[in-house]
């Protein structure tokens, strides 16, 4: 695991005068700049790109503070920019996928912040997000510039080819890009952000769009680098570091990502998924704290929002039955010990009630009445449900985390005798990860279950959803290279799934459906 | 839940955007600056300010430079502001008592001005209903379509409380109570505050304005008119005491003509449902209840919205649903209402919904406007999409119109008459609009 | 609070106990056998019981054996029991609709027993207000001292908040809301509840019994009746649901005729303070909200009882009261109510009052006697105590007679009246009693 | 310290051949019995008989669990019963003071308990506190006999000299004598009742009518022995250890009570001083255990009654951030390093609101609603204030509960160089005491502060208040013994207070207001 990690090191740029550029500028910033100048007539200053992700192993834990492990992708969004000097400044969004309708909105000339209206769903939204967030970066960067004026108008046109509701996290390569843009197009070219302070300030933008996300889908968008997946934790602090696949005998590890087309909008179906999740494993942790005696956050940490996570539980456990007051540092090997700890205390405290928790269970549990669990843990964003499943998902929170651990053990491991040995045991810890997603965290549909199992039974190791679920991509461990079998499983893929489910599919659907993907750049920014 | 699908009008749409002409818009004080004007700044390029109008022609000017208003002009007279034909909608954001005689010579001067399609005016549309009925005539032989700021429609609790009740999720509505409260109404009148509020005949009092926005919201919300109703009108504080900014006593006390209390108990023409209502002048208590309460019991389910204040057109407001989802509920228009997957229909649901950093203030009207330019851009391709129409009613779609307005009008008159002849008075006629 | 001292009568007075005659006392089922007897039993050597009577003497010969009643006789007739001079007070614990019927010819034929001085009858005395008003001229010409049940006002936290409201602890009266339920009057009855609450005309129904006793202690702790009212009566459930008592529905519906909701508001006769009140009928939901709420806002400060059903007189409820003690008050007999010492003026107040264990069911009929035996005993040593007097009205002192029960009818009557008539009444003279 | 507690100890029984009776029932009996005869014109079975108690130090900490320093007085309180043989048996009790009326109740024939109208005051209720835990113990010792059939009825005539309101503890006398007599009634001779059950089961008796107090009343009556104090302890379990003062050179050490005359009825004032100090106790506890982030009592051990209390907060403070899992033992110096902490950490978080918290600060501290903390805590009794002042009540109470262990060191001093060693420094931590329930507990009153002024200056080298305060009677730390100045301390008091505050004084009444008290005899029978 190479030890450098994104503290200085800076956004990537590259101008036309570069040496060698990245293949992902090169082959789209022409034709991006070609519809900027049909759409305004005019040459941008500079184009900004983010990719989207694909995560190997450790879904819905990020939002706990455990650690996972994505790999940007060869898909990504392109913003190109021309920054404007007018008096009253405006910022016009223009889309190539005409699905996603203009937008113009005014920058209020007194420096304050661009509204979002949570209560509705539209693309421009996430444009806000970044927005939002790097306009809060630079009031802190030059307050003397952006406390009371407003940020410089800008014209946007924007293209990417990470489809929308895949869960290959096309809101975050969309976030991170128009921060990038923002920040550059108000600093000038002789401003180079770096990678953490881009990282930092876009892993918390979707909330204010009403998704209480973690950080990986932004985290690996930015840190994201050619033939290196990263391993991404939160917590001490976030950190992104690159590592490479072990090298085997005569096989390649490659992973293959196959669309199951179903589309499934976050911001949509929060209320009875995403944001219920977040929900119920904040309650879980703070169940689990009332019935074992600890606190979770101190009076100074909690507050009205801030309600503490599984995380936060494991640290005040061992700070109570353990003498360990240093919380968990991320150590491999006692970091497995401890959440095995915290399996077998799910079981003794939340498996009582497989059927789900009721509110009042729950408010009985934390020795509070209805009206005060409902105000505290169901108005920070909307939801709706019929009980709370906290043991299923509490479950499933623990072991996803210790299948990371070991995960990152494979994959630091020097050598295997046989090549057989690492894609038997990563592709388990896959189909493990694919079970609990489906069983205990409820976030699987049939699609994604009819592909995994035929991509298992025609050559890949390892089958599970990636991003959110709900319908979106799977991502399938292959062994790539000239005897592998990346082509049987896309060959059994199509007949037996895409053919069946979506006659119509046309080859270049079906071409873009199931994808090898190869680790990829992460943020970059070309200036003309 | 799909109310909340923005519209798919681009904010940079290929037609020319509408161009709006205020009466009212002030860029140092009142109401349209804090609110119609950040909508539009949202929608820059469907509404376009081209035109302001205000008894001094300085006042307006002052605001176009202030808020660098390019194409907009200011109009020395109401003639050259009303005949202009660089507008396509007019607002009236003024003083509801000088209403009538602004709008009446307006839409009389606007018949040379071929190009005008709108009328926006804010709630309470005059002062009285007479005032309310020639306006909304006078308006109607104009040939406007028209629009009245009773926002509360808009609030998204609101929308989601509307799609819970209409989809079923408690069944049969079984009784209702509201508690509300009207800030400046009480024992003390912060030293600033406009005199005009406080006396009864310029269209801002408890009833009219407390009151009536929460009333039709309630009907909106429910789908139903009143068909009984009783009222109780209270004047129990006819002197206030100035107050500063501290809110220290000045020891001086000011007359107050508006009421300080109302009590209103009826029936709704759906289902004969009980209505109990009290709202409270003064400022607002916080130590045993909320400020604004509205309970709606179901045989199959409870929806509860609560506020801070006592204004549910402009609160942040919590909406709490608990109960189970009658599957076997046939819906108004027949068809079964697909229950969520993965729920089995005898446990109870339980709902919370909550945007916490939601503007209302601005975001009401914001979405207020935004449904005039769907409308205006027919944005959701709505086939035969009729060129107006002359009451939003009970649609989700739509926007609250003059008509929509006049109701209100006469359930608040009914109210006042109520509490004058003492008696409980059937009002189940007053909804059918006669030209 | 001086209002909880025990009366210091010997529960042994060296005067004889008060020899109690009751009709309705059944040890297997009923009212009486849950609260009458228990209260005498605390109290077992102020009052005695000597006399049953019940139309089958076998009733009362069982519940003389069950009961172990060493000194009663089972009567016959009523008029043997009613004639017989065994007894100084006869208590009247049967169905309200027998009221009338048994109570004339009884106090006809009590006239031989010259040691009669209490007649003790169950709220509602009678069905109709014409039954109650003869019952009362009957009484008064037969000359006894009579007691109603309507005990909610000899609850602890009834007479604390008067207290309270009366040494100005809340200055002002501002406003009143008061949201109750009836658990009987839903959409579901439970197979084994008695058919007669259900039918109109008994003397059992939401308006009669949960609204009745809840006013009385409205009035009772505010000391005002009503100026003004106006009530509306629903029935919107004709049929009810027969459930078993695990509440599964048995498939079968039966006519219901007692109302399930009631609107009413009005204004008191103090102060022209606003109350508005929304009773329900059916199973308590636990939902959003308490099944009792009572808020009274007063200038200085703000007064809450919430109790978990909906039946104020027998529920153990939680006072809470917050408010700045106005100690420049001047109390309405003129002298200046002490402020506790250790209080600033200026500060405010927080008072919660509740007591975990206290049975309210059995607690308020046990002081509604001790109050009687204060009287009888005159244990407060009051200088020249009279022997009789026609009413309770709003003191703390005595107990509440069949006067204070008449007037309450005269306001339910109203209630019905107002209903019918569609009209806002006036009903500020019903508290003047006339022979 | 004598190490024997009254484990097996039991209550001392005598009867009229017993060849040398107790002074205080060879003096009451007769009369007593005598009475008895009068009233109900037939012999008693037996005289039940308890003392009142002065407290030396530790005012206000038992309902905290702290340990005190108690010792029964000469002045007690006697009931002459007789057992009833009726079919539906009843209660008659006559009380030799006239103030106290005559009452009859009935036992329910079902054998459930006689209710108690908390509501009220009335003598009787405290009869029926006494009845109520007996009748309990009862039905655990033999539940054939007394699940469901009524106890005995009884005749029972009351006489006490432990004046009422004095807070010499007039209420625990009378309940222990009654919980004594109902045992004994229903048991018969044969069945001989421990201390330590007595103690136990009359340490709840006075919440049945509303008062929330701590166990050290009951104690000091039940367990009382002549020539000792009492050491009482409440965790780790309930324990009363006599001990013997120690012996000085040439003065004995005698402890002069003052009665103020100054009535204050607890159950009356409850609201606003008793039930209210043992709200803010409570409340204290939770702040500072929300404030430093540890939970007072885990789920099984917290109710909606039992919210903790500031030992408690103590033990999980050490736990968390000492690693002391085990709670405190009582162990003096290790008692006293952690009530100095405690006193830090009170000044540390709740000094800044000397003023007193609203309720909004509190639920704010506690991060939970208005409504919420008024459910909780405000709901147990009635209540009334303003503010809650948590600083001053948590620091009286730890500083009061060090004070304590400090006098148990000095009373377990072997010897001292000189007597005065012992007086100035008992002395000092009484006066101490003094100004902290003046100052911070706010339970003394201007004839309380006057006596203990009087008294210094007059010998005295100790005096506080004793007992719940409010008025009631004062404890002085005089020398006795020939060259002591037990006379002029009662001659200063006598001229300078009593007869100037109560001009019209009798001598008798002057003679019972001042009395010197020797450690007397706890709870004991008489059986004729």
Same mark, same amino acid.
């Given at each position: 695991?190479?030890?450098?990690?994104?503290?200085?090191?800076?956004?990537?740029?590259?101008?036309?005068?570069?040496?060698?550029?990245?293949?992902? #500028?090169? =082959? &789209?910033? !022409? %034709? *991006?700049?070609?519809?900027?100048?049909?759409?305004?007539? /005019?040459?941008?200053? @500079?184009?900004?790109?983010?990719?989207?992700?694909?995560?190997?192993?450790?879904?819905?834990?990020?939002?706990?503070?455990?650690?996972?492990?994505?790999?940007?992708?060869?898909?990504?969004?392109?913003?190109?920019?021309?920054? #404007?000097? =007018? &008096?009253? !400044? %405006? *910022?016009?969004?223009?889309?190539?996928?005409?699905?996603? /309708?203009?937008?113009? @909105?005014?920058?209020?000339?007194?420096?304050?912040?661009?509204?979002?209206?949570?209560?509705?769903?539209?693309?421009?939204?996430?444009?806000?997000?970044?927005?939002?967030?790097?306009?809060?970066?630079?009031?802190?960067?030059?307050?003397?510039?952006?406390?009371?004026?407003?940020?410089?108008?800008?014209?946007?046109?924007?293209?990417?080819?990470?489809?929308?509701?895949?869960?290959?996290?096309?809101?975050?390569?969309?976030?991170?890009?128009?921060?990038?843009?923002?920040?550059?197009?108000?600093?000038?070219?002789?401003?180079?952000?770096?990678?953490?302070?881009?990282?930092?300030?876009?892993?918390?933008?979707?909330?204010?769009?009403?998704?209480?996300?973690?950080?990986?889908?932004?985290?690996?968008?930015?840190?994201?680098?050619?033939?290196?997946?990263?391993?991404?934790?939160?917590?001490?602090?976030?950190?992104?570091?690159?590592?490479?696949?072990?090298?085997?005998?005569?096989?390649?590890?490659?992973?293959?990502?196959?669309?199951?087309?179903?589309?499934?909008?976050?911001?949509?179906?929060?209320?009875?998924?995403?944001?219920?999740?977040?929900?119920?494993?904040?309650?879980?942790?703070?169940?689990?704290?009332?019935?074992?005696?600890?606190?979770?956050?101190?009076?100074?940490?909690?507050?009205?929002?801030?309600?503490?996570?599984?995380?936060?539980?494991?640290?005040?456990?061992?700070?109570?039955?353990?003498?360990?007051?240093?919380?968990?540092?991320?150590?491999?090997?006692?970091?497995?010990?401890?959440?095995?700890?915290?399996?077998?205390?799910?079981?003794?405290?939340?498996?009582?009630?497989?059927?789900?928790?009721?509110?009042?269970?729950?408010?009985?549990?934390?020795?509070?009445?209805?009206?005060?669990?409902?105000?505290?843990?169901?108005?920070?964003?909307?939801?709706?449900?019929?009980?709370?499943?906290?043991?299923?998902?509490?479950?499933?929170?623990?072991?996803?985390?210790?299948?990371?651990?070991?995960?990152?053990?494979?994959?630091?491991?020097?050598?295997?005798?046989?090549?057989?040995?690492?894609?038997?045991?990563?592709?388990?810890?896959?189909?493990?990860?694919?079970?609990?997603?489906?069983?205990?965290?409820?976030?699987?549909?049939?699609?994604?279950?009819?592909?995994?199992?035929?991509?298992?039974?025609?050559?890949?190791?390892?089958?599970?959803?990636?991003?959110?679920?709900?319908?979106?991509?799977?991502?399938?461990?292959?062994?790539?290279?000239?005897?592998?079998?990346?082509?049987?499983?896309?060959?059994?893929?199509?007949?037996?799934?895409?053919?069946?489910?979506?006659?119509?599919?046309?080859?270049?659907?079906?071409?873009?459906?199931?994808?090898?993907?190869?680790?990829?750049?992460?943020?970059?920014?070309?200036?003309? | 839940?799909?109310?909340?699908?923005?519209?798919?009008?681009?904010?940079?749409?290929?037609?020319?955007?509408?161009?709006?002409?205020?009466?009212?818009?002030?860029?140092?004080?009142?109401?349209?600056?804090?609110?119609?004007?950040?909508?539009?700044?949202?929608?820059?390029?469907?509404?376009?300010?081209?035109?302001?109008?205000?008894?001094?022609?300085?006042?307006?000017?002052?605001?176009?430079?202030?808020?660098?208003?390019?194409?907009?002009?200011?109009?020395?007279?109401?003639?050259?502001?009303?005949?202009?034909?660089?507008?396509?909608?007019?607002?009236?954001?003024?003083?509801?008592?000088?209403?009538?005689?602004?709008?009446?010579?307006?839409?009389?001067?606007?018949?040379?001005?071929?190009?005008?399609?709108?009328?926006?005016?804010?709630?309470?549309?005059?002062?009285?209903?007479?005032?309310?009925?020639?306006?909304?005539?006078?308006?109607?032989?104009?040939?406007?379509?028209?629009?009245?700021?009773?926002?509360?429609?808009?609030?998204?609790?609101?929308?989601?409380?509307?799609?819970?009740?209409?989809?079923?999720?408690?069944?049969?509505?079984?009784?209702?109570?509201?508690?509300?409260?009207?800030?400046?109404?009480?024992?003390?009148?912060?030293?600033?505050?406009?005199?005009?509020?406080?006396?009864?005949?310029?269209?801002?009092?408890?009833?009219?304005?407390?009151?009536?926005?929460?009333?039709?919201?309630?009907?909106?919300?429910?789908?139903?008119?009143?068909?009984?109703?009783?009222?109780?009108?209270?004047?129990?504080?006819?002197?206030?005491?100035?107050?500063?900014?501290?809110?220290?006593?000045?020891?001086?006390?000011?007359?107050?003509?508006?009421?300080?209390?109302?009590?209103?108990?009826?029936?709704?023409?759906?289902?004969?449902?009980?209505?109990?209502?009290?709202?409270?002048?003064?400022?607002?208590?916080?130590?045993?209840?909320?400020?604004?309460?509205?309970?709606?019991?179901?045989?199959?389910?409870?929806?509860?919205?609560?506020?801070?204040?006592?204004?549910?057109?402009?609160?942040?407001?919590?909406?709490?649903?608990?109960?189970?989802?009658?599957?076997?509920?046939?819906?108004?228009?027949?068809?079964?209402?697909?229950?969520?997957?993965?729920?089995?229909?005898?446990?109870?649901?339980?709902?919370?919904?909550?945007?916490?950093?939601?503007?209302?203030?601005?975001?009401?009207?914001?979405?207020?406007?935004?449904?005039?330019?769907?409308?205006?851009?027919?944005?959701?391709?709505?086939?035969?999409?009729?060129?107006?129409?002359?009451?939003?009613?009970?649609?989700?779609?739509?926007?609250?119109?003059?008509?929509?307005?006049?109701?209100?009008?006469?359930?608040?008159?009914?109210?006042?008459?109520?509490?004058?002849?003492?008696?409980?008075?059937?009002?189940?006629?007053?909804?059918?609009?006669?030209?």
């Amino acid at each position: 695991m190479t030890k450098s990690h994104s503290e200085e090191v800076i956004v990537p740029e590259f101008n036309s005068s570069a040496k060698e550029l990245p293949r992902p #500028l090169a =082959e &789209k910033c !022409p %034709s *991006i700049i070609k519809k900027f100048i049909s759409a305004y007539d /005019a040459k941008p200053d @500079f184009v900004a790109r983010s990719p989207g992700r694909v995560n190997l192993i450790g879904e819905h834990i990020d939002y706990c503070d455990f650690s996972v492990l994505p790999l940007a992708i060869d898909f990504d969004m392109l913003c190109a920019v021309k920054v #404007l000097n =007018e &008096k009253n !400044p %405006s *910022i016009t969004l223009i889309n190539a996928d005409p699905k996603f /309708a203009q937008r113009k @909105f005014d920058l209020p000339l007194d420096g304050s912040y661009v509204t979002i209206d949570p209560s509705v769903s539209d693309w421009s939204n996430y444009f806000k997000c970044g927005l939002h967030v790097a306009h809060s970066f630079l009031k802190k960067l030059a307050p003397e510039r952006f406390a009371s004026a407003p940020l410089a108008g800008l014209q946007v046109f924007c293209e990417g080819d990470v489809p929308t509701g895949s869960g290959l996290s096309s809101s975050a390569a969309f976030i991170c890009a128009v921060a990038l843009a923002v920040v550059k197009a108000n600093m000038g070219p002789g401003y180079h952000m770096s990678k953490q302070n881009l990282m930092r300030i876009t892993v918390v933008a979707e909330h204010y769009v009403g998704v209480n996300n973690g950080g990986m889908d932004q985290a690996a968008s930015v840190c994201g680098e050619e033939d290196h997946a990263l391993y991404v934790e939160f917590k001490p602090q976030l950190k992104a570091t690159p590592f490479k696949f072990p090298q085997l005998k005569n096989h390649e590890i490659s992973f293959v990502i196959a669309n199951t087309l179903v589309v499934s909008n976050k911001f949509e179906t929060a209320p009875t998924n995403y944001n219920l999740r977040v929900v119920e494993v904040t309650t879980a942790a703070n169940v689990l704290a009332a019935t074992y005696g600890v606190v979770l956050l101190s009076g100074k940490e909690g507050s009205s929002t801030n309600k503490g996570n599984l995380r936060d539980f494991m640290n005040v456990y061992y700070a109570r039955y353990h003498n360990i007051s240093t919380p968990w540092n991320g150590d491999i090997e006692s970091g497995i010990e401890r959440l095995t700890k915290m399996l077998v205390l799910v079981e003794e405290s939340l498996a009582n009630k497989k059927q789900g928790f009721s509110v009042d269970d729950v408010a009985q549990s934390l020795n509070c009445s209805r009206e005060e669990f409902t105000r505290d843990y169901l108005t920070t964003s909307p939801v709706r449900f019929q009980v709370l499943k906290l043991y299923q998902r509490a479950k499933h929170v623990y072991s996803e985390s210790l299948r990371v651990l070991k995960a990152v053990k494979l994959m630091t491991t020097a050598s295997f005798t046989a090549d057989e040995d690492f894609f038997k045991q990563f592709g388990a810890l896959m189909n493990e990860s694919q079970a609990s997603c489906d069983k205990l965290y409820e976030c699987s549909c049939p699609e994604i279950d009819k592909i995994c199992s035929i991509a298992l039974s025609n050559g890949s190791y390892g089958s599970r959803l990636t991003g959110a679920g709900w319908g979106g991509c799977t991502v399938h461990l292959v062994p790539g290279g000239p005897n592998g079998n990346i082509e049987k499983v896309k060959e059994a893929l199509a007949n037996e799934f895409y053919k069946v489910k979506y006659p119509k599919i046309t080859d270049a659907e079906l071409e873009n459906a199931i994808i090898v993907s190869k680790p990829a750049l992460g943020s970059c920014l070309y200036e003309l | 839940m799909d109310y909340n699908k923005r519209s798919s009008v681009s904010t940079v749409p290929n037609a020319a955007p509408i161009r709006v002409g205020f009466v009212g818009l002030n860029a140092a004080k009142g109401w349209a600056i804090k609110t119609h004007y950040p909508a539009i700044l949202q929608l820059s390029s469907q509404f376009q300010i081209t035109a302001l109008y205000s008894p001094k022609i300085e006042t307006s000017i002052a605001t176009i430079q202030r808020l660098k208003l390019s194409n907009a002009t200011a109009f020395p007279t109401l003639e050259s502001f009303a005949s202009s034909s660089t507008i396509d909608m007019i607002v009236i954001a003024i003083q509801v008592a000088s209403h009538y005689e602004v709008v009446m010579p307006l839409l009389e001067f606007s018949k040379n001005n071929p190009n005008l399609k709108y009328l926006f005016v804010e709630w309470a549309l005059a002062c009285s209903l007479d005032q309310a009925e020639s306006i909304y005539k006078a308006a109607a032989e104009r040939g406007v379509q028209t629009i009245i700021s009773l926002q509360g429609r808009k609030s998204p609790y609101i929308l989601r409380a509307k799609e819970l009740i209409s989809q079923g999720y408690i069944g049969d509505i079984n009784s209702i109570e509201i508690a509300g409260n009207g800030g400046w109404y009480g024992y003390e009148r912060p030293v600033k505050s406009p005199k005009y509020i406080y006396e009864i005949g310029n269209g801002v009092d408890l009833v009219t304005t407390t009151f009536g926005h929460t009333i039709d919201i309630l009907q909106y919300m429910t789908s139903s008119y009143f068909s009984r109703i009783n009222a109780m009108v209270f004047n129990n504080i006819p002197e206030q005491e100035l107050i500063d900014e501290r809110g220290n006593r000045l020891g001086q006390r000011v007359p107050k003509t508006v009421p300080d209390h109302l009590l209103f108990q009826g029936t709704l023409l759906n289902g004969n449902v009980p209505v109990s209502c009290s709202f409270k002048g003064g400022k607002p208590t916080k130590k045993f209840t909320k400020n604004l309460v509205i309970d709606i019991h179901g045989t199959k389910g409870d929806l509860k919205l609560e506020g801070d204040a006592g204004f549910a057109e402009i609160s942040n407001l919590v909406l709490y649903y608990s109960g189970t989802r009658a599957n076997d509920f046939p819906l108004a228009n027949g068809q079964q209402a697909p229950l969520d997957p993965g729920y089995d229909a005898g446990k109870e649901i339980m709902e919370v919904y909550h945007l916490r950093n939601y503007n209302a203030i601005v975001g009401n009207i914001h979405r207020l406007y935004q449904s005039i330019s769907d409308f205006h851009f027919n944005t959701k391709k709505i086939p035969e999409l009729p060129s107006q129409f002359v009451m939003q009613g009970f649609d989700f779609e739509g926007f609250p119109t003059l008509m929509d307005a006049l109701i209100l009008h006469r359930l608040i008159e009914s109210v006042y008459k109520s509490n004058m002849m003492g008696s409980t008075l059937n009002v189940s006629n007053i909804s059918h609009y006669s030209l």
